[in-house]
């Protein structure tokens, strides 16, 4: 047996380390390419994360011949090999691989295929073709299809997606609390003035994951409106509500009302709060917060989860607002 044929076999070993060495290998043969390429694919459905990613890494290296098979193999018959050719676009962005995602998301009897071709569609390929399909999919039965397009739609920015405001709009009421919350953060990335209405009442969603999500939304929404609504969030019983309240307040003009939640902020148990509040603040340049943030210089010892002490975002606030006096 020649060395591409034992490595192609050594794929199939039972033993990882064989088989991540064997696709090493195999993404380096001149020889037989067409053989190994497909040898690849059929691997593709690798469980071993570190082996799935060296067989990807080879099909890469593989080049041209190797994209437009992958390409092919989006309509292999086992749906986890179609899945993963999908995934291979994350890593080699090729736009002639559009069509062939647009019918999966479209066509497609397995809703997991649907749904990572509905996501690589979006944030990764980002190609215009891609709009009108992936608006046809927020109606999609699987709750995971309309969850992957409305974050693609958030992600795209042609005129064309506007179209999209509607549809998202009436999925703020979707039963599946993913697909609420990433229609709130795509119609805050795409929409106008108009989804403030409806994005305002998803503040006090059961699920906190769309009520962070919402509150992300509405950043750069200057309306009093808006100001309070989120302002009520730093009260919020969950603490990356709190936090992400904190952040969105910082992109919205200041109000009386916010400066007076943020202040009660500062008194947050959690040490992410403390830090987006202090921060806020120092962004109001209001001195009438100074001796709260100077407590906080002189008292707090809290570190958020990266290490970044509170006193120092309280210090670096009162900087800002002493320079601007």
Request: charged share 30%.
């Amino acid at each position: 047996m020649d060395f591409v044929n034992f490595q192609i076999e050594q794929l199939k070993s039972s033993n990882k380390e064989e088989r991540q060495a064997a696709a090493f290998a195999l993404g380096k043969v001149n020889d037989n390419k067409q053989a190994v390429i497909n040898s690849l694919i059929d691997a593709l459905a690798e469980p071993d994360e570190d082996v799935y990613r060296t067989i990807r890494e080879a099909l890469q290296k593989l080049g041209e011949l190797a994209v437009l098979s992958v390409i092919q193999a989006l309509n292999r018959p086992n749906p986890i090999i179609r899945s993963e050719a999908v995934y291979f676009f994350n890593l080699v962005r090729d736009a002639r691989a559009v069509p062939n995602l647009i019918k999966l998301l479209k066509e497609d009897n397995n809703s997991e295929v649907r749904s990572v071709a509905a996501g690589m569609l979006g944030g990764i390929l980002m190609d215009k073709r891609s709009v009108k399909p992936l608006i046809e999919s927020l109606k999609d039965q699987d709750a995971d299809v309309r969850y992957s397009a409305a974050i693609s739609l958030g992600q795209l920015y042609y005129d064309e997606v506007l179209e999209a405001v509607e549809p998202l709009i009436q999925l703020l009421q979707d039963k599946d609390s993913n697909v609420r919350a990433h229609s709130a953060y795509a119609l805050g990335q795409i929409g106008g003035d108009e989804v403030n209405t409806p994005l305002i009442p998803l503040l006090e969603d059961e699920d906190e994951d769309v009520r962070m999500w919402t509150t992300t939304a509405l950043m750069r929404r200057n309306s009093n409106e808006v100001v309070e609504a989120v302002s009520k969030r730093l009260k919020d019983p969950s603490p990356k509500v709190r936090e992400s309240a904190a952040n969105t307040l910082r992109t919205l003009s200041s109000s009386k009302l916010a400066i007076d939640y943020l202040l009660k902020a500062l008194e947050d148990e959690v040490a992410e709060v403390r830090y987006a509040a202090a921060e806020t603040l120092g962004e109001t340049a209001n001195k009438r917060v100074l001796p709260a943030l100077q407590l906080l210089k002189d008292k707090d010892t809290g570190k958020t989860r990266l290490g970044y002490a509170v006193k120092e975002a309280a210090a670096t606030a009162i900087e800002y607002i002493r320079q601007r006096e």
